[in-house]
């Protein structure tokens, strides 16, 4: 593989990127730049989100570009202001250290006068949206009959938002001789016709498969009759009491609905849609940004461009309409090397969608129960348990208020005050979910084992490995203990853990099979109150004759996640 100096990028450019830590080009960044910094022949590159377009554009376009001329010579156009400040960043890192170098961007929602200003300054590269950059065309506030390079951002997404009419415009205004490039994650029919259009001879350039969804990404799918979508993506979130994701909807009004509810009923969850001023929308973003904020409920085009890297969990509260988006969206979880999981809610006479989206995604999709009441209840139960187990305690803040405060308390045992410090917490679940229904609905056969929570565990096919651990009651040791110390020593709570069995001496559980080795290497050195601790995959199954009394008592089946 080649590295950024062997394609002839500047120095001053290549400084630039080592300061963001750039080691190697993306297999993108491997095919286009060559391209770009020797032909000036236009391109379509493809590639999925995440894979670092920006720089494949944008760093032989910052080398190209005349540094001492300051006309406009470089036109990036893009669906969104958050991409346009975004892409605007990313091009003023790459020109650092490149001097008389700059970016301006353009974009509707906020005073034009100060972009004017902007622009009169000059600045060889303009980042815009299309309604804006138009706007400021028809002012005669921005000249593009010279400008030599054309970048047409997320190009799909522009079309969605029906921004053809402007792009129209707007390529009417730009020279013959250009070099046009088109940007994208998916190749709907609309960005072959642009390409048609407005490129000439394109060279198409695609790293990966076109389509396919990040390695690291899950795809689950539940099933519910239409009515009963809201109650499932509660049911979900309650599952995954640590979600920190993104709730896909197909219109405003939908965002608006969904979000509202959620709030109403206690989650912490807003909504990014187009309806919001520029003011709102950025509040909102800064707080998912910094996790303020855990649900975010958008549209597919609010969403773009917001760069986060580590999302739990995509929701897609409907199929998108367009398949693609599907890509996109699940393309925002499982990035830089972390798990992700891709949760689609379907009624029933959707499944043959999902065997399409299969195929565009190239994976499986495993088809997974709305958990019930009992399940969500002990998912909370013990997130609140381990919450408690692993909080910091800052000594010195709350010393003061301590002797009162064992005072006021000294009555109760300690059984009493767990008791009361768990109902605290726990009661909305407990009456919410009291006799809560069953909302899956029965669907045609997938040709796949269906996943039934309650018959898991051992029989048939499992995407658990089931572990022998050396440490049992006799050690003292819980199911929460042993969680605990799996989230502990692995680093990673976010592993699946399935059924636990504690015995005396001895112990099992189950964990999702890719983790398997991370699991076995962790606990290469344990120790617990000066025992080490082994554990092997266990041969048998299930073994028959485990102690009922303890079965019940201690075996839990269902899923959990913990932290
Ligand atoms: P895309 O437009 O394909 O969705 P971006 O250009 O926004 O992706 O890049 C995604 C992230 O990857 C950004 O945070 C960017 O800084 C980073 N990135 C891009 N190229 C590289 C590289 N060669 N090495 C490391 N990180 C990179
Ligand atoms: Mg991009």
Known sequence: MKTFQEFGLHEHIIKAIDEL?????????????????????????????GTGKTAAFGLPMIHKIEWKNKSVQGIVLCPTRELCMQITNDLDYFSKYVEGVFVVPVYGGTSIDKQITALKRGGQIVVGTPGRVLDLIKRKKLLLNKIKYLVLDEADEMLNMGFKEDLDSILSKTPDGRQ??????????????????????????????KNIGAENVQHHYYAVQAS??????????????????????????????????????????????????????????????KKNLQILVATDVAARGLDVNDLSHIINYNIPDELEAYIHRSGRTGRAGKH?????????????????LEKIVGKG?????????????EKQLFTLIDKVEWVEVNESTIEEYLDIIYKKLAWLSREELIKRFVSVEFNR?????????????????RGEQREGRRDRGGRGQSNFTRFHINLGSKNKVSAIDLISLINKHTGNNSIEIGKIEILKTFSFFEIEK??????????????????????????????????????????????????
């Open 429 to 445: 679940f407990l009456s919410y979910y009291k006799d809560a229904p069953d909302l899956n609905i029965k669907t045609q056969k």
């Open 365 to 377: 999709f495993e088809r997974k129960e709305v958990p019930g009441g009992k399940e969500i209840c």
């Open 228 to 289: 009963n979508r809201y109650l499932a993506l509660k049911r979900i979130a309650d599952y995954y009491p640590n979600i920190y994701g993104i709730v896909f909807c197909r219109t405003r009004r939908e965002t608006k609905e969904v979000s509202e509810k959620l709030m109403a009923d206690g989650y912490n969850a807003d909504a990014l849609h187009g309806d919001l001023s520029q003011a709102q929308r950025d509040h909102v973003m800064n707080r998912f940004r």
């Open 340 to 356: 992700g999981i891709s949760i689609t809610i379907i009624h029933g006479r959707e499944t043959n969608k999902i065997a399409q």
């Open 514 to 563: 890719s983790f398997e080795k991370q699991l076995k290497e962790a606990f290469k050195d344990v120790h617990r109150d000066g025992i080490k601790v082994k554990i092997e995959v266990s041969k048998n199954k299930e073994k028959p004759d485990l102690s009922k009394r303890f079965k019940k008592k201690k075996s839990r089946s269902g899923k959990r996640r913990f932290r």
């Open 21 to 49: 830590g750039f080691e190697k080009p993306t297999p993108i960044q491997e095919k286009t730049l060559p391209f770009l910094l020797n032909s000036s022949q236009d391109v379509v590159a493809l590639a999925q989100t």
């Open 180 to 209: 046009s490039m088109l940007f994208s994650a998916t190749m709907p029919k609309g960005i072959a016709n642009i390409a048609k259009k407005y490129m000439q001879n394109a060279e198409e350039i695609s790293a990966g498969k």
